[in-house]
């Protein structure tokens, strides 16, 4: 790809990029968010056209108009968000769009010819399973044969990990290695430093819609890659703190609580925790061992079946939102856009998300816009959040920007206990840092900060002390400055340290 | 070959779409009409130059137009105050059936009282009724999560069968017991006609004084107070709205209860302004509920849009009655009403995409 120039209202995205994949090789794409790597793929598989530039394989000039066409000639994406029909069988998905000369689908044959594939690639999947029964990680391993079977030569994965467990992704590594080793390449786009170390050969780095460098894996450390991705030194270390936490000044204790998931399940199995004032308490864990409906209880969105809650001494009545808010409960979900934020509405909608019912956001039920507007503006530059003004919707600002502006909303809650979910999941390095911070001079200011996570890094570096949840239960409780990415890794695995010793 | 034009996803909504697509959707609707009218042997200039002199150009045509947006104008606002909630009430016709009822009760019940508390206890009486029927539809499904489609569609057949029933079929307290041959409701008396109001040589049914009035508070309403913030919340994300602590089950009653008010007092207005009794036959024929649903969708859910377009609507249906004869059948009107609702969806494409023109080879090789 030579010369990509891919324009959008108001912004480049591609500017003279530059970018080569050679057969038989992982090359990882490398960029913050906005780095402009996702519009290059698509520019790759004819879903966009550049406005400049040229795409070449196998040193002819080429020129797609859909990705159907982009598959014809061997390069297969796939999407962070997947492309199945949940009701259809995984065989019937990988067929589908084939153009067929008779009336039938002969699925017996593909079911056979899918097999094959899937052995030789090491790929577990049952081809006549159905999509909804399959976890995320195996849907992407779908998706991953869908190419294969298209005749894809060239495979493109935009962001594959941010939806799998580190077992689903080491896996998935696996799978990409014995691709390349049949000759077959692989394009790898990520944010995550780690992993591309671990599965690149060659990376190529994106700042601001250029191309920065590439170069190879093995001459390049972690640090360096961090450097020219956000073009300044980024240190993750362990965040200084100014006041020392107080666990035994308790202003959330969590006692014996039990709560189902959305299937009825037992998602909770007395759960008792405390959170101190100042402190920051993380839990660790796989994603789906519980996490989410332990937030959820907490912010009174989803009722316990047993035992109690209380924030500062005083029980909450369970199940309550509002009781939940007034007792001085934040809670910062996972999914900021859809549960934590209303996609479209404003970013001054958003605000008030929380305070629109009482004084000063509103009186007598009449919203007061003029208050509302400017407190938005103040809150805008206090949290230097990037928006064109405070009326766009909140779906169009960056990941980031997102982000503040829900913490931003959180935080002026002035709340005793603060309940984060993924806090920078998703997020670039410089509004990862951004983040982190505010969630540090939040504690500094004396709320208890409990932090849930499976990005043990950021554990390590912002917790006084780590929880680990396996199966709905809290099966570790170390101090930070006693605790090993191996022991928590072994507890988040469902292992235990004293069998460990034996 | 390709085709040169593509459509590209807008990643923003420009202001001037609000009012240019549904200009160009009518510009249009025009066009296609015109196609079909020449087809058929009509010189289409001379046609919409009727229409126009017919629906809105005399003093005359106009104050009669006012008269057929009047419903058109309730129902209208009824659908967009449910839509907006992401609640397809298509009960609106039969939430105006049961406001006629309860207008008339109020009307033949409370005919020895002054004019305004006639009036006043019609429009009372049109929106509880017209309001606790659709309420019908709201507790079902907040209550059983039934599907609001088929709950307000079946309620209007209900409806119709019930009205049909106090005229033709019971000696009920609006039949009026004089009529033997045809069965007809109780005639209200003079002092409970609601009186147009006149602004130089144009007279404007009260009904529609009170449709601009109740626009301009479901306007407020849903844009400046806590309950239309709510909803909105509802309207776009559930999951947020479960997060901010609203609950959606007081809001799908309320306003399925709020949407049938409104159905009913255009209900009410039909009794007060035009038929002066309760018309069985006559207002089921009219089928305004369902015409509520169109002014909605060309508003665009905007309860002050929704206003003009029962206007513009009412134009249309009342040159429609001028122009048809022998040789002008009644189905070309709804032709041209129905090419208007066809563009009108299609320019709702337009909202979201925008139409490029796409490189061609012609200029070169740039993939």
Not at chain 1, 11 to 16: C, K, P, R, T
Not at chain 1, 85 to 104: D, H, K, M, Y
Not at chain 1, 139 to 157: D, F
Not at chain 1, 220 to 248: K, Q, S, W, Y
Request: aromatic share 8%; hydrophobic share 45%; net charge neutral.
């Amino acid at each position: 790809m030579n010369g990509i120039v891919k324009r959008f209202p108001g912004v480049v995205a591609n500017d003279g990029v530059n970018f080569e994949a050679r057969a038989g090789e992982v090359h990882a794409l490398l960029g913050e968010n906005g780095a402009g790597k996702s519009t290059l793929s698509n520019v790759l598989t004819g879903l966009y056209r550049p406005d400049e530039g040229t795409v070449s394989l196998n040193d002819e000039i080429v020129h797609f108009d859909s990705p159907r066409i982009a598959l014809e000639r061997g390069i297969g994406m796939v999407h962070q968000h997947f492309r199945l029909v949940n009701s259809f069988t995984v065989a019937e998905n990988i067929i589908l769009g084939e153009r067929s000369s008779s009336l039938f689908m002969d699925t017996s044959a593909a079911v056979e010819r899918i097999s094959a594939l899937a052995t030789q690639y090491g790929i577990a999947v049952d081809p006549s399973a159905r999509i909804w029964q399959l976890s995320v990680g195996e849907q992407q391993r779908v998706e991953i044969l869908k190419a294969l079977y298209h005749g894809a030569k060239v495979l493109i994965l935009d962001e594959p990990t941010a939806v799998l467990t580190p077992q689903e992704a080491d896996s998935l590594f696996r799978v990409l290695r014995s691709m390349v080793a049949e000759g077959r390449t692989v394009i790898f786009i990520s944010h995550k430093l780690d992993e591309v170390m671990a599965v690149a050969d060659r990376i190529t780095v994106l700042r601001a819609g250029k191309t920065v460098s590439t170069i190879e894996c093995a001459t390049t450390t972690t640090r360096d890659l961090a450097r020219l991705m956000v073009g300044r030194d980024v240190v993750f270390n362990r965040v200084i703190r100014a006041n020392h936490a107080e666990p035994n000044n308790i202003v959330l204790q969590v006692s014996n609580i039990d709560a189902t998931d959305d299937r009825g399940g037992q998602a909770l199995k007395s759960i008792s925790l405390t959170v101190g004032k100042s402190e920051i308490v993380a839990i660790a864990g796989v994603a789906g061992n519980g996490q989410r409906e332990l937030a959820e209880v907490i912010g009174g969105m989803r009722p316990s079946t047993r035992g109690t809650i209380a924030v500062n001494n005083e029980v909450v009545p369970n199940g309550r939102v509002r009781k939940a808010m007034t007792a001085g409960v934040s809670h910062v979900p996972e999914d900021r856009l859809h549960t934590g934020l209303v996609a479209d509405h404003s970013v001054e909608d958003n605000l008030i998300l929380k305070s629109y019912r009482g004084a000063p956001i509103s009186k007598m039920s009449v919203l007061r816009r003029r208050v509302i507007r400017a407190q938005a503006k103040e809150t805008i530059e206090k949290y230097d959040v990037k928006t064109p003004d405070t009326i766009t919707p909140i779906r169009l600002l960056s990941g980031g920007n997102v982000q503040k502006v829900l913490l931003a909303r959180e935080f002026d809650s002035l709340p005793s206990v603060m309940v984060v979910s993924s806090p920078t999941r998703g997020l670039d390095v410089g509004a990862i840092e951004n983040v982190r911070k505010r969630l540090v001079d939040a504690a500094d200011s004396g709320v208890g900060v409990l932090l849930i996570s499976e990005d043990l890094e950021e554990i390590f570096a912002l917790a006084d002390r780590i929880l680990v949840m396996y199966e709905g239960s809290i099966v570790g409780n170390i101090p930070a400055a006693e605790a090993n990415r191996e022991s928590i890794g072994l507890l988040m695995g469902g292992g235990s340290l004293s069998a460990e010793n034996n | 070959m390709q085709s040169p034009l593509r459509l590209e996803r807008r990643l923003t909504q420009p202001k001037w779409l609000n009012w240019g697509v549904p200009l160009l959707s009518l510009l249009g609707a025009l066009i296609l009409g015109g196609i079909v009218l020449f087809a058929t042997g009509k010189n289409p200039i001379s046609v919409y130059a009727r229409i126009v002199e017919r629906g809105f150009a005399s003093t005359d045509a106009f104050s009669r137009t006012l008269i057929s947006a009047t419903p058109f104008a309730f129902t209208g606002l009824a659908a967009s105050v449910a839509f907006r909630m992401g609640l397809i009430n298509i009960g609106g016709e039969g939430q105006l059936y049961l406001g006629t009822i309860g207008a008339a009760f109020a009307g033949i019940a409370f005919q020895d009282q002054p004019t305004a508390v006639i009036i006043a206890t019609m429009i009372i009486f049109g929106m509880l009724f017209g309001g606790a029927w659709a309420a019908i539809v709201g507790i079902l499904k907040a209550k059983f999560s039934t599907n609001e489609i088929i709950t307000s569609l079946m309620l209007n057949y209900v409806a119709a069968i019930f009205l049909d029933y106090l005229i033709f079929n019971s000696s009920s307290y609006w039949r009026d017991p004089k009529s033997y041959g045809f069965p007809t409701g109780k005639r209200l008396i003079k002092n409970a006609y609601w009186n147009d109001i006149s602004i130089g040589s144009i007279e404007i049914p009260f009904g529609f004084v009170v449709a601009v009035v109740a626009a301009v508070i479901v306007w407020f309403l849903y844009n400046r107070t806590r309950f239309g913030y709510e909803v909105g919340v509802i309207a776009s994300s559930p999951n947020a709205a479960r997060y901010a602590g609203i609950r959606a089950r007081w809001k799908i009653i309320t306003v399925m209860a709020l949407s049938g008010a409104l159905a009913g007092l255009g209900g009410a207005s039909d009794v007060g302004d035009f038929r002066h009794v309760l018309d069985a036959k006559g207002v089921q024929i009219s089928g305004y509920g369902y015409t509520g649903i169109v002014v909605a969708a060309l508003a665009r859910l905007n309860p002050l849009s929704a206003i003009f377009v029962a206007v513009f609507l009412g134009g249309l249906s009342n040159a429609g009655y001028a122009l048809q004869g022998p040789d002008f059948p009644s189905g070309l009107v709804g032709t041209l009403q129905g090419l208007i609702l066809f563009t009108a969806v299609a320019g709702e494409i337009l909202t979201r995409y925008r139409i490029k023109r796409q490189n061609t080879i012609a200029d070169g090789v740039i993939v």
